[in-house]
């Protein structure tokens, strides 16, 4: 583990996750209400659960190749594995992107 600098892979690579959700946020103040996390270990709460199911928000990220867990009808976790490379956050992140621009 240490040899593979997963820890330090973690804290760039979340830093850029958290970013990257922070920006979508600030396109869509209306639907995403908070984002937080810690390393790669992320969430995004939405509005108003009766429009902005955090189901359908998973579901539409999981056809789109991205797992994701709703909690609490209004929150969606993301935990991307410790080796993802930058890319594959930005494929990750236009996912979300995509998926909250068509709720």
Same mark, same amino acid.
């Given at each position: 583990? $240490? *040899? ?6 973690? &804290?760039? @690579?979340?830093? !850029?996750l958290m970013n990257n /959700?922070?920006?979508? !946020?600030?396109?869509?103040? *209306?639907?995403?209400?908070?984002? @937080?996390?810690?390393?790669?270990? +992320?969430?995004?709460?939405?509005? *108003? ?11 539409? /990220?999981?056809? @789109? ?5 709703? #909690?609490?009808? +209004? #929150?969606? @976790? ?6 993802? &490379?930058? &890319? !594959?956050? &930005? #494929? /990750?992140?236009?996912?979300?992107? *995509? $998926?909250?621009?068509?709720?």
């Amino acid at each position: 583990m $240490v *040899d593979a600098n997963l820890a330090e892979n973690a &804290e760039i @690579r979340g830093a !850029q996750l958290m970013n990257n /959700l922070k920006d979508i !946020q600030s396109h869509y103040p *209306d639907k995403i209400k908070e984002v @937080r996390g810690k390393g790669l270990l +992320t969430a995004f709460e939405m509005f *108003d659960e009766k429009h902005l199911d955090g189901h359908k928000v998973s579901v539409g /990220l999981m056809d @789109r190749g991205v797992y994701a867990k709703e #909690t609490h009808h +209004t #929150t969606v @976790r993301l935990a991307p594995a410790l080796t993802i &490379e930058s &890319e !594959q956050i &930005e #494929t /990750l992140s236009n996912a979300v992107k *995509d $998926v909250v621009a068509s709720l």
